[in-house]
C-alpha cells in the first residue's frame, strides 16, 4: 500500500506512518509523565516538554536522514544542488534518522532526569508503530507487477504488464495529462528514457484516450517511446496506489523492488536507477 485516499486526495502512506508514530509517542509519554506526578502543580509544563523533545527528535531525524542520503548521492545532486530541498522525492536514509533520534532522546533523558521515564515509554513506542506500520503495510505491496493488460499507443497492440521489457530492469511511470506534478516531472523522464540504454522506462497512462494523450505529447513536444494506455486506470489501485504520479522500479528478473507515490527529481531517479541496475 502506497497511499490512503481521503476525499479526492490520495495521501503517501510513508509520512502519515511517521505523523501516527509521533503523535502516540508524545501523547502516551506525556500521560506517563504527568501520572507520575500527581498533585504536582509544574507537572502539565514539564509534560509539555516530553511532547517538545520527541518533535525535536523527529525533526532532527529527519534532518539527519536527508543529509546523509544527499551525501550518499552527491554527484547526482551536482548539475540540480536546489534538488537537496526537494523532499518530495522521499530521499532519506533511516538508520541515520534513528540514530540521530534515538541519541537526541538520550541526551534529554541525561540532562533531565525527571523525563527519564516517560521519553523512554514514548520514544520505545515511537519507533514500534513505525517498524509495526512498515512491516504491516510491507504484506500488501504487491512483489510482482500484476497482470493489467494495457494498449501501446503507436501500435494499438494490447500485452500484459509483465511482458514489457523482459529480462531487463524498468521503470514505470505512471501518469495522466492533467496531473500537474505528472507534467513537472515528465521531461526528467524523457531526457532519462534517451540517456539511459540498460534500463527500459515506460510511460502507462491512466484513463486517458489515445487522442488525449498524442495531443499532450505533441503540445509539450515530448518525443517520448514506450508508451502504454491503462485505460480503466487499474493499474493504481492493484499497487495500492491511487495517487499520480505514481512511480515503480522493477529489476530484471521482474519483481518489484521499490516504488513512488509523488514527484521524483532527476537526482533522486539517478540514486534510484544506482539500486536497480546493482
Same mark, same amino acid.
Given at each position: 500500500?502506497?497511499?490512503?485516499?481521503?476525499?479526492?486526495?490520495?495521501?503517501?502512506?510513508?509520512?502519515?506512518?511517521?505523523?501516527?508514530?509521533?503523535l502516540? $509517542?508524545?501523547?502516551?509519554?506525556? %500521560? &506517563?509523565?504527568? /501520572?507520575?506526578r500527581?498533585?504536582? #502543580?509544574?507537572?502539565? !509544563? *514539564? =509534560?509539555?516538554?516530553?511532547?517538545?523533545?520527541l518533535?525535536?527528535?523527529?525533526?532532527?531525524?529527519l534532518?539527519?536522514?536527508?543529509?546523509?542520503?544527499v551525501?550518499?548521492?552527491?554527484q547526482?545532486y551536482?548539475?540540480?544542488?536546489?534538488?537537496?530541498?526537494?523532499?518530495?522525492?522521499?530521499?532519506?536514509?533511516?538508520?541515520a534518522? $534513528?540514530?540521530?533520534?534515538?541519541? %537526541? &532522546?538520550?541526551? /534529554?533523558?541525561?540532562?533531565?532526569? #525527571?523525563?527519564?521515564? !516517560? *521519553? =523512554?515509554?514514548?520514544?520505545?513506542?515511537?519507533?514500534?508503530?513505525?517498524?509495526?506500520?512498515?512491516?504491516?503495510l510491507?504484506?500488501?505491496?504487491?512483489?510482482?507487477?500484476?497482470?493489467?493488460t494495457v494498449?501501446?499507443?503507436?501500435?494499438?497492440?494490447?500485452?500484459?504488464?509483465?511482458?514489457?521489457?523482459?529480462?531487463?530492469?524498468?521503470?514505470?511511470?505512471?501518469?495522466?495529462?492533467?496531473?500537474?506534478?505528472c507534467?513537472?516531472?515528465?521531461?526528467?523522464?524523457? !531526457?532519462?528514457?534517451?540517456?539511459?540504454?540498460?534500463?527500459?522506462?515506460l510511460?502507462?497512462?491512466?484513463?486517458?484516450s489515445?487522442?488525449?494523450?498524442?495531443?499532450?505529447?505533441?503540445?509539450?513536444?515530448?518525443?517520448?517511446?514506450?508508451?502504454?494506455?491503462?485505460?480503466?486506470?487499474?493499474?493504481?489501485?492493484?499497487?495500492?496506489?491511487?495517487?499520480l504520479?505514481?512511480?515503480?522500479?522493477?529489476?530484471?528478473?521482474?519483481?518489484?523492488?521499490?516504488?513512488?507515490?509523488?514527484?521524483l527529481?532527476?537526482?533522486?531517479?539517478?540514486?534510484?536507477?544506482?539500486?536497480?541496475?546493482?
Open positions: 500500500m502506497m497511499s490512503i485516499s481521503i476525499g479526492p486526495l490520495a495521501l503517501p502512506v510513508g509520512p502519515l506512518k511517521l505523523l501516527l508514530a509521533y502516540l $509517542a508524545a501523547w502516551v509519554a506525556r %500521560w &506517563v509523565f504527568v /501520572r507520575s500527581k498533585g504536582d #502543580a509544574g507537572a502539565p !509544563a *514539564l =509534560g509539555k516538554q516530553v511532547g517538545d523533545t518533535l525535536n527528535a523527529l525533526l532532527m531525524g534532518l539527519a536522514g536527508r543529509l546523509v542520503f551525501a550518499q548521492n552527491v547526482a551536482e548539475s540540480e544542488p536546489w534538488a537537496m530541498l526537494d523532499v518530495r522525492d522521499g530521499g532519506w536514509n533511516p538508520w534518522a $534513528a540514530i540521530i533520534s534515538v541519541a %537526541w &532522546v538520550a541526551w /534529554r533523558q541525561h540532562t533531565e532526569p #525527571a523525563l527519564r521515564r !516517560a *521519553l =523512554g515509554v514514548g520514544s520505545a513506542l515511537g519507533l514500534g508503530v513505525w517498524l509495526g506500520a512498515t512491516v504491516l510491507s504484506h500488501y505491496q504487491p512483489k510482482a507487477l500484476p497482470e493489467v494498449v501501446e499507443l503507436e501500435s494499438g497492440r494490447s500485452a500484459l504488464l509483465p511482458q514489457l521489457s523482459p529480462g531487463k530492469p524498468r521503470v514505470i511511470n505512471l501518469w495522466a495529462s492533467w496531473c500537474g506534478p507534467r513537472q516531472e515528465m521531461p526528467m523522464f524523457a !531526457a532519462a528514457q534517451q540517456r539511459e540504454k540498460s534500463v527500459d522506462i510511460f502507462i497512462n491512466q484513463g486517458e489515445a487522442e488525449a494523450v498524442r495531443a499532450y505529447l505533441g503540445a509539450y513536444h515530448l518525443n517520448l517511446s514506450h508508451v502504454w494506455l491503462d485505460s480503466h486506470s487499474s493499474l493504481g489501485p492493484a499497487l495500492g496506489s491511487r495517487g504520479p505514481t512511480t515503480l522500479f522493477v529489476d530484471a528478473q521482474g519483481h518489484l523492488v521499490d516504488a513512488h507515490m509523488g514527484v527529481n532527476a537526482p533522486a531517479l539517478a540514486s534510484k536507477l544506482k539500486q536497480l541496475q546493482f
